[in-house]
């Protein structure tokens, strides 16, 4: 069955705390993002990889890293640094960057308590 | 600045009749736009695309119409039914860029 899985579905990180967010597809996509969603916006991109052990800046990095070390596999870890990160994240995929269509993931739910 | 708007957060409308929601955009020069199904609590599902060039694109009870000129997406829902509800977005590309670029959704619901 395949698709993109993210975990977990919620998810609770104490100030200060850095957290990872898991991201697997089995679709042999190159191409990987991830997005955040906060209320009344639209998605916005954090990070983006065209394929493995290369992956750029979207439009609002800061805060966030991420690596690329497996084609199916583009976790993101939420730093201490993000200065705002309560959100719903989500992972996509597309054969290539560019395609004209994405595969989103389920998201997952960050809250910092 | 570039900027994607969404008609009205909210769109309620009664069963059976034709929803109709835009994206209007602002210092873009799309080449693609997509529509994409959001349910609460779960990812985007892809819907259609349609490309610049392209007036209209239908599938099933969708129909998706492009006008550059008015920089502007409408995208219809004929014959809506309860299960319609949910949050639609659209997003568009330009020839330059790679990646699209997302309004903020409209929340739809179809009352029985």
């Known amino acids: 069955d395949g698709g993109i899985t993210q975990s977990p579905k919620y998810l609770f990180r104490k100030e200060g705390q850095n957290v990872t967010l898991s991201c697997e597809q089995n679709?042999?996509?190159?191409?990987m993002y991830w997005y955040r969603q906060d209320p009344g916006q639209g998605l916005r991109l954090i990070y983006y990889?065209?394929?493995?052990?290369?992956?750029q800046k979207g439009d609002i990095a800061e805060g966030y890293s991420v690596s690329r070390e497996k084609k199916e596999s583009f976790p993101l870890t939420v730093t201490s640094a993000q200065k705002n990160p309560t959100a719903f994240y989500l992972c996509?995929?597309?054969?290539?960057?560019?395609?004209?269509?994405?595969?989103f993931g389920q998201g997952t739910r960050l809250t910092v308590v | 600045s570039q900027k994607i708007e969404q008609n009205s957060e909210a769109l309620n409308i009664q069963e059976g009749k034709t929803a109709t929601l835009t994206c209007n955009y602002t210092?873009?020069?799309?080449?693609?736009l997509q529509w994409y199904r959001q349910d609460p609590g779960r990812g985007p599902v892809f819907l259609l695309l349609?490309?610049?060039?392209?007036k209209e694109k239908r599938k099933e009870r969708l129909k998706v119409t492009f006008d550059t000129t008015l920089k502007q997406s409408l995208f219809h829902i004929t014959a809506s039914q309860p299960a319609d509800s949910a949050t639609y977005l659209c997003?568009?590309?330009?020839?330059?860029?790679?990646?699209?670029?997302f309004g903020p959704g409209t929340r739809l619901s179809v009352l029985p």
């Open positions: 996509a995929s597309s054969p290539r960057r560019g395609s004209t269509e994405a595969f």
């Open positions: 679709l042999n996509h190159d191409a």
């Open positions: 990889s065209q394929i493995v052990n290369d992956f």
């Open positions: 210092n873009y020069s799309p080449a693609y």
């Open positions: 349609i490309r610049e060039n392209e």
């Open positions: 997003a568009l590309r330009d020839n330059y860029g790679q990646n699209f670029v």
